[in-house]
């Protein structure tokens, strides 16, 4: 089960990375190349290790991170926000317009 989310967490972020528009781009390349570097330079041959093992250890940041996305592209092609204001003036109108004065 740990080697699984160590799997999906890499795989993770080696797929998301080249989906990253030009905008959002530098930032987790500089982080992710930094932190590669510096790891290198520090853990020399632990370095896979270390990355195995922090990816585990991230294993809840990274499920939040692959479903908050998710929800949103759904909440973005459907109009459920709209839709619910919408209705809740539709409402509100008719309770007005119905209460005595």
């Not at 795989?11 to 959002?24: N, S, T």
């Not at 190349?33 to 370095?47: D, M």
Request: no cysteine; charged share 15%.
């Amino acid at each position: 089960m740990l080697n699984l989310m160590s799997v999906s967490g890499l795989a993770a972020l080696l797929l998301a990375l080249p989906h990253l528009k030009p905008r959002y781009g530098p930032v987790p390349y500089f982080l992710t190349i930094a932190s590669l570097v510096i790891g290198y330079f520090s853990l020399e041959n632990e370095l896979w290790a270390q990355i195995w093992d922090g990816v585990r250890e991230m294993s809840s940041i990274i499920l939040l991170l692959i479903i908050v996305p998710l929800i949103s592209w759904v909440l973005r092609e459907e109009n459920y926000i709209e839709a619910l204001i919408i209705l809740r003036k539709i409402y509100l109108i008719q309770v007005s317009v119905s209460m005595p004065v």
